[in-house]
Nanobody, 121 residues
């Protein structure tokens, strides 16, 4: 059974930074692409960033390009999201997700429980 456990959320002022982490267990982490999604109150869940199995390929939502960085450590079964220059509109529950393939061409099949990020103005 695959499990994804996020950590690192919290309250931060606008312009600040947070680093989210997600630890995976249950199957070979390095065989799958990983991603981060978020859901703000009253809105649908949306894509934030994704990284291929090897870490050599990444993709970002336009709204976070240049501010957020996704990375992974396959030796530690961990994927991270470094978030800089945070804005109030980045407030959301952030979810770690695992794709079913080495690349992120399909939709994720496994989700974490989410971690709250709140950015105050």
């Amino acid at each position: 059974q695959v499990q994804l456990v996020e950590s690192g959320g919290g309250l931060v002022q606008a312009g600040g930074s947070l680093r989210l982490s997600c630890v995976a267990s249950g199957r070979t982490f390095s065989s799958y692409a990983m991603g981060w999604f978020r859901q703000a109150p009253g809105k649908e869940r949306e894509f934030v960033a994704a990284i291929s199995w090897s870490g050599t390929s990444t993709r970002y939502a336009d709204s976070v390009k240049g501010r957020f960085t996704i990375s992974r450590d396959n030796a530690k079964n961990t994927v991270s999201l470094q978030m800089n220059s945070l804005k109030p509109e980045n407030t959301a529950v952030y979810y770690c997700a695992q794709y079913g393939t080495r690349s992120y061409v399909t939709n994720p099949g496994v989700w974490g429980q989410g971690t709250q990020v709140t950015v105050s103005s």
